[in-house]
Protein backbone atom coordinates (compact mmCIF):
# COMPACT_ATOMS: atom_id res chain seq x y z
CA UNK A 1 0.00 0.00 0.00
CA UNK A 2 2.92 2.03 1.02
CA UNK A 3 4.18 2.27 -3.08
CA UNK A 4 0.76 3.52 -4.51
CA UNK A 5 2.20 7.42 -3.30
CA UNK A 6 5.56 6.86 -4.77
CA UNK A 7 3.80 5.94 -7.89
CA UNK A 8 1.77 8.43 -8.01
CA UNK A 9 4.36 10.55 -7.38
CA UNK A 10 6.71 9.55 -10.07
CA UNK A 11 3.43 9.46 -12.63
CA UNK A 12 2.73 13.18 -11.49
CA UNK A 13 6.33 14.09 -12.27
CA UNK A 14 6.44 12.16 -15.34
CA UNK A 15 3.11 14.70 -16.83
CA UNK A 16 4.42 17.82 -15.77
CA UNK A 17 8.43 17.04 -17.36
CA UNK A 18 6.26 16.16 -20.38
CA UNK A 19 4.08 19.23 -20.43
CA UNK A 20 6.62 21.88 -19.53
CA UNK A 21 9.04 20.01 -22.64
CA UNK A 22 6.04 20.69 -24.97
CA UNK A 23 5.31 23.75 -23.36
CA UNK A 24 9.50 24.73 -24.05
CA UNK A 25 8.94 23.14 -27.55
CA UNK A 26 5.56 25.82 -28.69
CA UNK A 27 7.49 28.69 -26.54
CA UNK A 28 10.64 28.22 -28.83
CA UNK A 29 8.32 27.76 -32.32
CA UNK A 30 6.65 31.26 -31.45
CA UNK A 31 9.76 32.98 -30.47
CA UNK A 32 11.15 31.80 -33.72
CA UNK A 33 8.16 32.60 -35.92
CA UNK A 34 8.75 36.10 -34.20
CA UNK A 35 11.95 36.63 -34.82
CA UNK A 36 11.06 36.00 -38.43
CA UNK A 37 8.45 38.27 -38.81
CA UNK A 38 10.48 40.93 -36.92
CA UNK A 39 13.72 40.36 -39.31
CA UNK A 40 11.46 40.84 -42.33
CA UNK A 41 10.11 43.63 -41.19
CA UNK A 42 13.22 45.72 -40.43
CA UNK A 43 14.68 44.73 -43.86
CA UNK A 44 11.41 46.45 -45.14
CA UNK A 45 11.80 49.55 -42.87
CA UNK A 46 15.53 49.91 -43.89
CA UNK A 47 14.09 49.96 -47.32
CA UNK A 48 11.97 52.47 -46.90
CA UNK A 49 14.26 54.43 -45.02
CA UNK A 50 16.71 54.51 -48.27
CA UNK A 51 14.09 55.38 -50.15
CA UNK A 52 12.97 58.59 -48.11
CA UNK A 53 16.95 59.04 -48.64
CA UNK A 54 16.53 58.83 -52.21
CA UNK A 55 13.78 61.49 -51.73
CA UNK A 56 15.63 63.67 -49.78
CA UNK A 57 18.69 63.60 -52.34
CA UNK A 58 16.18 64.27 -55.95
CA UNK A 59 14.00 66.86 -53.77
CA UNK A 60 17.34 68.82 -53.06
CA UNK A 61 17.61 69.42 -57.23
CA UNK A 62 21.35 69.49 -56.31
CA UNK A 63 23.18 68.09 -59.74
CA UNK A 64 26.28 67.30 -57.24
CA UNK A 65 24.12 65.23 -54.85
CA UNK A 66 22.03 63.58 -57.38
CA UNK A 67 25.20 63.13 -59.56
CA UNK A 68 25.74 60.48 -56.65
CA UNK A 69 22.61 58.13 -57.23
CA UNK A 70 24.03 56.68 -60.32
CA UNK A 71 27.49 56.13 -58.81
CA UNK A 72 29.39 57.99 -62.17
CA UNK A 73 31.14 56.94 -64.92
CA UNK A 74 28.23 54.89 -66.06
CA UNK A 75 27.53 52.75 -69.19
CA UNK A 76 24.59 55.41 -70.60
CA UNK A 77 23.09 51.66 -71.45
CA UNK A 78 21.67 51.80 -68.06
CA UNK A 79 20.98 55.42 -67.22
CA UNK A 80 19.14 56.10 -70.61
CA UNK A 81 20.80 59.59 -71.35
CA UNK A 82 18.79 60.88 -74.70
CA UNK A 83 19.02 64.47 -74.90
CA UNK A 84 19.85 66.64 -78.38
CA UNK A 85 22.85 68.23 -77.54
CA UNK A 86 25.80 67.53 -79.99
CA UNK A 87 28.15 68.69 -77.11
CA UNK A 88 27.06 65.59 -74.82
CA UNK A 89 26.95 63.26 -77.71
CA UNK A 90 30.29 63.79 -78.90
CA UNK A 91 31.77 63.20 -75.35
CA UNK A 92 29.54 60.40 -75.12
CA UNK A 93 31.12 59.12 -77.87
CA UNK A 94 34.74 60.12 -76.85
CA UNK A 95 34.29 58.26 -73.56
CA UNK A 96 32.93 55.04 -75.26
CA UNK A 97 29.56 55.72 -73.83
CA UNK A 98 30.18 56.25 -70.50
CA UNK A 99 28.38 59.65 -68.73
CA UNK A 100 31.15 60.84 -67.06
CA UNK A 101 30.49 63.06 -63.55
CA UNK A 102 31.41 66.16 -64.98
CA UNK A 103 29.07 65.51 -68.45
CA UNK A 104 26.02 64.77 -66.21
CA UNK A 105 26.64 68.32 -64.02
CA UNK A 106 27.63 70.41 -67.05
CA UNK A 107 24.52 68.82 -68.61
CA UNK A 108 22.24 68.33 -65.56
CA UNK A 109 19.28 70.34 -67.10
CA UNK A 110 18.37 68.55 -70.21
CA UNK A 111 19.33 65.33 -67.80
CA UNK A 112 16.78 66.44 -65.18
CA UNK A 113 13.86 66.71 -68.07
CA UNK A 114 15.29 63.46 -69.87
CA UNK A 115 14.95 61.76 -66.42
CA UNK A 116 11.92 63.50 -65.70
CA UNK A 117 13.48 63.97 -61.64
CA UNK A 118 10.61 66.27 -61.33
CA UNK A 119 8.38 63.83 -61.93
CA UNK A 120 10.06 60.95 -59.16
CA UNK A 121 9.73 63.98 -57.08
CA UNK A 122 5.86 64.11 -57.59
CA UNK A 123 6.13 60.32 -57.23
CA UNK A 124 7.03 60.65 -53.32
CA UNK A 125 4.74 63.21 -52.89
CA UNK A 126 1.38 61.21 -54.22
CA UNK A 127 2.52 58.17 -52.34
CA UNK A 128 3.13 57.43 -49.21
CA UNK A 129 6.40 55.30 -48.67
CA UNK A 130 5.25 53.83 -45.15
CA UNK A 131 2.77 51.89 -46.73
CA UNK A 132 5.77 50.05 -48.29
CA UNK A 133 5.31 48.17 -44.76
CA UNK A 134 2.20 45.95 -45.33
CA UNK A 135 1.95 46.11 -49.31
CA UNK A 136 4.54 45.52 -51.88
CA UNK A 137 3.07 47.53 -54.97
CA UNK A 138 1.55 51.12 -54.80
CA UNK A 139 0.06 53.28 -56.99
CA UNK A 140 -1.59 56.42 -58.15
CA UNK A 141 -3.67 58.26 -60.68
CA UNK A 142 -3.62 62.07 -60.85
CA UNK A 143 -6.64 61.94 -62.93
CA UNK A 144 -7.90 65.69 -64.09
CA UNK A 145 -11.63 65.69 -66.16
CA UNK A 146 -10.17 68.86 -68.43
CA UNK A 147 -7.04 67.15 -69.04
CA UNK A 148 -6.28 64.98 -72.42
CA UNK A 149 -3.62 62.83 -70.47
CA UNK A 150 -3.04 61.76 -66.93
CA UNK A 151 0.11 60.86 -64.85
CA UNK A 152 0.05 57.81 -62.93
CA UNK A 153 3.02 56.45 -60.27
CA UNK A 154 4.03 53.17 -58.93
CA UNK A 155 6.36 52.24 -56.23
CA UNK A 156 6.65 48.48 -56.61
CA UNK A 157 8.63 46.01 -54.91
CA UNK A 158 9.65 42.17 -56.20
CA UNK A 159 12.29 40.35 -54.77
CA UNK A 160 15.35 42.01 -54.84
CA UNK A 161 14.42 44.62 -56.92
CA UNK A 162 12.68 48.05 -56.52
CA UNK A 163 10.94 49.95 -59.22
CA UNK A 164 10.01 53.66 -59.58
CA UNK A 165 7.48 53.63 -62.36
CA UNK A 166 5.81 57.17 -64.07
CA UNK A 167 3.96 57.50 -66.77
CA UNK A 168 0.86 59.09 -68.72
CA UNK A 169 -1.97 57.95 -70.12
CA UNK A 170 -4.84 58.53 -72.38
CA UNK A 171 -7.92 60.63 -69.81
CA UNK A 172 -10.56 58.55 -71.70
CA UNK A 173 -13.39 60.68 -70.40
CA UNK A 174 -11.79 63.70 -72.14
CA UNK A 175 -13.41 65.30 -74.73
CA UNK A 176 -11.00 66.53 -77.15
CA UNK A 177 -12.28 69.72 -78.35
CA UNK A 178 -9.34 70.53 -80.60
CA UNK A 179 -8.30 67.68 -82.95
CA UNK A 180 -4.82 67.78 -85.56
CA UNK A 181 -4.72 68.33 -88.53
CA UNK A 182 -3.82 64.62 -88.78
CA UNK A 183 -7.08 64.41 -86.97
CA UNK A 184 -5.52 63.16 -83.95
CA UNK A 185 -7.66 63.63 -80.88
CA UNK A 186 -6.11 65.25 -78.01
CA UNK A 187 -5.89 62.20 -76.07
CA UNK A 188 -5.22 59.79 -78.08
CA UNK A 189 -2.66 57.22 -77.06
CA UNK A 190 0.60 58.08 -79.62
CA UNK A 191 0.59 61.83 -77.32
CA UNK A 192 -0.54 60.47 -74.15
CA UNK A 193 0.86 57.11 -73.43
CA UNK A 194 4.77 57.34 -71.86
CA UNK A 195 6.24 55.18 -69.32
CA UNK A 196 9.61 55.46 -67.60
CA UNK A 197 11.05 52.77 -64.84
CA UNK A 198 13.76 53.72 -62.65
CA UNK A 199 15.02 50.12 -61.16
CA UNK A 200 17.02 49.88 -57.56
CA UNK A 201 18.28 46.57 -56.26
CA UNK A 202 18.19 46.20 -52.67
CA UNK A 203 20.82 44.14 -50.77
CA UNK A 204 18.52 44.37 -47.35
CA UNK A 205 20.69 47.42 -46.02
CA UNK A 206 21.75 49.57 -49.14
CA UNK A 207 19.43 50.95 -52.21
CA UNK A 208 21.68 50.82 -55.27
CA UNK A 209 20.95 52.19 -58.89
CA UNK A 210 20.36 49.86 -61.53
CA UNK A 211 19.02 51.44 -64.45
CA UNK A 212 16.83 53.44 -66.36
CA UNK A 213 14.40 52.39 -69.32
CA UNK A 214 11.62 53.67 -70.83
CA UNK A 215 8.71 53.29 -73.48
CA UNK A 216 6.64 55.41 -75.86
Known amino acids: MRQYPIILISLVLLLSCGTHDTSKVLSDTTNKQQNEIKTIKTERQILIEELK ?102 IKVENNLVTLTVGTNSNKNFKSKNISEDEIPENDSSICEHVLWWIFRFDGNRLQFKEISGAG
Open 53 to 154: RLQAVLATNDKEKIATIFSLPAPNEAIGIYIDDSSFNAQLNKNNNLVTRPMFINFYQDISENLQINQINQLFKKISIDNLLVNNNLEHEAIMKTEPCYYFYS
